[in-house]
């Protein structure tokens, strides 16, 4: 549904502004998002201003207007300033993924939803059994949808420099700079993989949402590269002792897999970690799982992602994963990869037990 602002009867502007639902959104103040402007149903009539009266009122279009009027009343308002509807729809998603990732950021417990109409999944099955226990049936699948922004999470958007900043961005007609621009790719593959409820794509949209993030394109190492930078971000956050920075790093940070040495004491790694403690590095194990697990979908193996490994990934990925990532590409809009990979480079020496890394063959835990 859209509104067309209109000049007079019969005449028509060139339209640059588009009024447009946010299904399942209640909002108690005005919320900006670049060119998108978030206004609570009741302030419609006020946005459209003089032309409310003449096309509401009109012989022809009256009934209709008055109609998508009401319904745009019982919800949240979007005003967007576009060349056309379709432009103005990208916009108003983009606008909606970035506050559906700002929902989710942290969140324990699963969330209900919002989104525009038709976005969302929600289905009420209703089926027949055979056999002993023969009966009819109802299964409900999909969103629960009903979302409240009051003026506590409007004052947190606020002063979060990372969504703010990002928001800013909406409906920019100049190139962004890399940070941003990777910030913004995974947003919203993040905001695909909320939506999303079959377990084997809600992974491949999480863990790609990582990859446009902290990956460029060279094959060579990736999944090493994609591991170590990963880690960085979270391994110990939930603790609040972060390796590399409130204590010494390990091996697995500390080796570039960039340098042909590096990656086989990094292989050893990997089989000193299959062990199990100490040298088993939980966070690095996590990724490594959800990355097979990507490639397993990508590529069509025959590895099935049950329900139990999307959400815990997911979970993982909006509580101690995204905010960080967010904030290094805003914080580095230029280069940002490069200057993690510096960042990196210089975290301190790694603990002495760890030095040299022990051959796994000949390795023995009681030493």
Same mark, same amino acid.
């Given at each position: 549904?859209?509104?067309?602002?209109?000049?007079?009867? /019969?005449?028509?502007?060139?339209?640059?502004?588009?009024?447009?639902?946010?299904?399942?959104?209640?909002?108690?103040?005005?919320?900006?998002?670049?060119?998108?402007?978030?206004?609570?149903?009741?302030?419609?009539?006020?946005?459209?201003?003089?032309?409310?009266?003449?096309?509401?009122?009109?012989?022809?279009? /009256?009934? !209709?207007?008055?109609?998508?009027?009401?319904?745009?009343?019982?919800?949240?308002?979007?005003?967007?300033?576009?060349?056309?509807?379709?432009?103005?729809?990208?916009?108003?998603?983009?606008?909606?993924?970035?506050?559906?990732?700002?929902?989710? +950021?942290?969140?324990?417990?699963?969330?209900?939803?919002?989104?525009?109409?038709?976005?969302?999944?929600? =289905?009420?099955?209703?089926?027949?059994?055979?056999?002993?226990?023969? /009966?009819?049936?109802?299964?409900?699948?999909?969103? @629960?949808?009903?979302?409240?922004? #009051?003026?506590?999470? %409007?004052?947190?958007?606020?002063?979060?420099?990372?969504?703010?900043?990002?928001?800013?961005?909406?409906?920019?007609?100049?190139?962004?700079?890399?940070?941003?621009? +990777?910030?913004?790719?995974?947003?919203?593959?993040? =905001?695909?993989?909320?939506?999303? %409820?079959?377990?084997?794509?809600?992974?491949?949209?999480?863990?790609?949402?990582?990859?446009?993030?902290?990956?460029? +394109?060279?094959?060579?190492?990736?999944?090493?590269?994609?591991?170590?930078?990963?880690?960085?971000?979270?391994?110990?956050?939930?603790? &609040? =002792?972060?390796?590399?920075?409130?204590?010494?790093?390990?091996?697995?940070? @500390?080796?570039?897999?960039?340098?042909?040495?590096?990656?086989?004491?990094?292989?050893?790694?990997?089989?000193?970690? *299959?062990?199990?403690?100490?040298?088993?590095? /939980?966070?690095?194990?996590?990724?490594?799982?959800?990355?097979?697990?990507?490639?397993?979908?990508? %590529?069509?193996? &025959?590895?099935?992602?049950?329900?139990?490994?999307? =959400?815990?990934? *997911?979970?993982?990925?909006?509580?101690?994963?995204?905010?960080? !990532?967010?904030?290094?590409?805003?914080?580095?809009?230029?280069?940002?990869?490069? @200057?993690? #990979?510096? @960042?990196?480079?210089?975290?301190?020496?790694?603990?002495?037990?760890?030095?040299?890394?022990?051959?796994? !063959?000949?390795?023995?835990?009681?030493?």
């Amino acid at each position: 549904m859209l509104l067309q602002v209109r000049a007079g009867f /019969g005449q028509t502007v060139p339209v640059t502004t588009f009024l447009l639902p946010v299904e399942g959104l209640t909002i108690t103040c005005p919320w900006e998002i670049g060119r998108v402007q978030l206004y609570p149903g009741a302030q419609l009539r006020s946005l459209l201003g003089d032309n409310a009266q003449a096309m509401l009122g009109h012989k022809v279009i /009256g009934d !209709v207007t008055t109609k998508f009027v009401e319904e745009l009343e019982q919800g949240t308002v979007a005003r967007v300033e576009a060349t056309d509807i379709d432009a103005a729809l990208d916009l108003l998603t983009l606008a909606t993924d970035l506050l559906r990732i700002f929902l989710k +950021r942290g969140a324990q417990f699963r969330t209900t939803m919002f989104g525009l109409p038709g976005q969302m999944y929600r =289905s009420q099955i209703r089926y027949v059994t055979d056999g002993a226990e023969a /009966g009819p049936g109802i299964r409900n699948r999909g969103e @629960a949808v009903g979302v409240t922004f #009051d003026d506590a999470r %409007h004052a947190a958007w606020l002063s979060s420099p990372t969504f703010t900043t990002l928001a800013s961005l909406v409906g920019r007609d100049y190139p962004l700079d890399e940070g941003p621009r +990777r910030a913004l790719l995974g947003v919203q593959l993040l =905001s695909q993989a909320v939506l999303e %409820h079959r377990p084997a794509f809600k992974m491949l949209n999480l863990v790609i949402a990582l990859e446009s993030m902290l990956l460029e +394109r060279d094959p060579g190492t990736q999944t090493l590269r994609f591991l170590r930078r990963a880690t960085y971000f979270t391994c110990g956050r939930a603790i &609040d =002792s972060l390796c590399g920075r409130d204590r010494p790093p390990c091996q697995f940070l @500390a080796l570039n897999p960039a340098v042909k040495a590096d990656r086989g004491q990094l292989d050893w790694m990997r089989q000193l970690a *299959e062990m199990g403690p100490p040298w088993r590095c /939980g966070e690095r194990a996590s990724y490594s799982r959800w990355y097979e697990l990507r490639s397993a979908v990508a %590529h069509g193996d &025959d590895d099935p992602v049950t329900s139990e490994e999307a =959400s815990q990934a *997911e979970y993982w990925i909006f509580m101690w994963t995204l905010e960080p !990532v967010l904030q290094w590409l805003v914080k580095h809009p230029v280069k940002p990869l490069e @200057a993690l #990979d510096e @960042a990196l480079a210089a975290l301190g020496p790694v603990p002495d037990w760890q030095k040299p890394v022990p051959n796994p !063959v000949t390795y023995n835990p009681d030493d």
